[in-house]
């Protein structure tokens, strides 16, 4: 789960002045590569709310779940993690180069470095690069086939019960899913980018990146990191920022533990239209009221401009 600490942010875009993405990162790269939020459906009633405009997204599978899940226009992946924007590059390639589901899931989960060479020839551009590339190849084959952690075992096996991790989510396992992702990676909808969002030029030029794609923004999914340190009051800054791009619908998602932690996850949501005109302090107090009525519970939760918070 994606846990970063923002520096405070100004609600306002203008071109990057230097790059910081480099200088920064988590303490262990790649570790929040596997997809530990394994219940994502508990989220389709805030899904089915989107307007269908961009999904921003950090992390990794969490971003490509999201994106079918809300037929999204496209599918923008950011982190601060070099290896999740990997992932995203390497698994956009895959989604291009593949013809079906059948066979994603064969480049993704068995096809040699000489298959993904020769499928690359197919592609152009980043694509056909990243496919390529044997760097890309072992990358995967160590980071996802081979994970140390479960979440990409689990996510690699077909769920059948609704209990089952990535029931009624799982891309890898359904053509409505898969084929929207695919349309997606084909039309060059899918960007990804390296963005520490504790430095302020980087998220100003995400901004203007966003602005410039012409495209409504649907959904800005940042995981738990509202639960960071100073989380829920970053939090505020962050929806303040982008609600200078977003449409009234535009829905700012994030994750809370449920109890006990670090087993189940709940979602909950507040739309553009809800935050407008109220102050950090409001926004603020809103996460915090609903990050700790999730972690009073065992009930997995999607919560949406939920007004135990918003009428307070």
């Excluded at 875009?13 to 303490?27: D, F, K, V, Y």
């Excluded at 990146?209 to 970053?234: E, I, R, Y």
């Excluded at 994750?255 to 670090?262: G, K, Q």
Aim: proline share 5%; net charge neutral.
């Amino acid at each position: 789960m994606l846990a970063v600490t923002f520096a405070l942010l100004r609600a306002n875009c203008s071109p990057q002045a230097n790059g910081h993405a480099a200088e920064a990162g988590p303490s262990s790269p790649g570790i929040y590569l596997p997809p530990n939020e394994q219940h994502p459906a508990v989220a389709l009633p805030i899904y089915r709310k989107s307007n269908h405009g961009v999904y921003v997204s950090v992390g990794t599978e969490r971003s490509f779940i999201g994106a079918a899940l809300t037929r999204a226009k496209a599918l923008y992946v950011i982190d601060y993690d070099l290896l999740a924007v990997r992932f995203a590059k390497v698994n956009r390639a895959l989604l291009a180069a593949s013809t079906n589901r059948a066979d994603y899931a064969n480049l993704r989960l068995t096809a040699s470095q000489d298959v993904w060479q020769q499928r690359s020839q197919h592609l152009t551009g980043e694509d056909r690069e990243t496919l390529a590339s044997p760097d890309s190849w072992a990358f995967w084959d160590k980071q996802v086939r081979n994970s140390w952690d479960t979440g990409f075992g689990h996510f690699h096996t077909a769920p059948q019960h609704p209990n089952d991790p990535f029931f009624a989510s799982n891309y890898l396992f359904d053509d409505r899913l898969y084929r929207h992702l695919r349309w997606l990676a084909k039309s060059a909808r899918i960007w990804a980018r390296l963005v520490d969002l504790r430095h302020e030029d980087e998220v100003r030029a995400l901004c203007d990146d966003l602005k410039s794609k012409g495209l409504p923004l649907g959904v800005v999914d940042t995981s738990d990191v509202p639960n960071a340190t100073s989380g829920a009051s970053v939090a505020a800054h962050y929806v303040r920022l982008f609600s200078q791009y977003a449409r009234d619908n535009t829905l700012f998602l994030s994750t809370a533990a449920a109890h006990p932690p670090d087993m189940n996850w709940s979602y909950y949501a507040f739309s553009r239209g809800k935050v407008w005109g109220h102050d950090d302090d409001t926004i603020q107090r809103w996460y915090e009221i609903e990050m700790k009525k999730i972690g009073a519970t065992r009930d997995l939760l999607a919560l949406m401009d939920d007004p135990d918070a918003t009428h307070h």
